[in-house]
């Protein structure tokens, strides 16, 4: 399984990248990732924030590999423990299918994007700036991964 992270946003601060490659690292042999940075639109005085949301859905839209399981990280969808989201990496690999989790830029999703999500998940009430997302979802990844595999990381 083939799993993929595509992330509206570029330049990530260095605490970013460097936590995200920490994580990354440590989850190579269990749920190995690449990272694809989508380009954001164009925001910003006098221009169209709906066009920007647009532009980055049919960026997003063109790098999904056929045939991919996509879960699409959104404030209104369904929010997960750390036990279920153990649960559904496990029946992910199960289905045999390559995986992609899609960080939205600045003003989240556009509704093309939310369509083709076979399952949006919230990582909670809070709004969190997409950088930081990236950071929480690959923590969490590694700790499902840790959870399935038994490994004691997680101590809930």
Known sequence: MH???????????SWVSEGFA?????LSHELPLELVEIR???RGKGRDVQRAIDD???AVLAALPRDTHVVALDGRGKVWSSEQLAGHLSDWRMSGRDLAFLIGGPDGHAPAVLERADQRWSL????LPHMLVRLVLVEQLYR???IAAGHPYHRA
């Not at 920490?22 to 440590?26: L, S, W």
């Open 144 to 146: 499902a991964a840790m």
């Open 3 to 13: 799993t993929r992270i595509l992330s509206v946003g570029e330049r990530m601060p």
């Open 22 to 26: 920490e994580y990354a690292k440590r």
């Open 40 to 42: 954001p639109g164009a």
């Open 56 to 58: 980055e859905a049919k």
């Open 124 to 127: 909670g009430a809070l709004t």
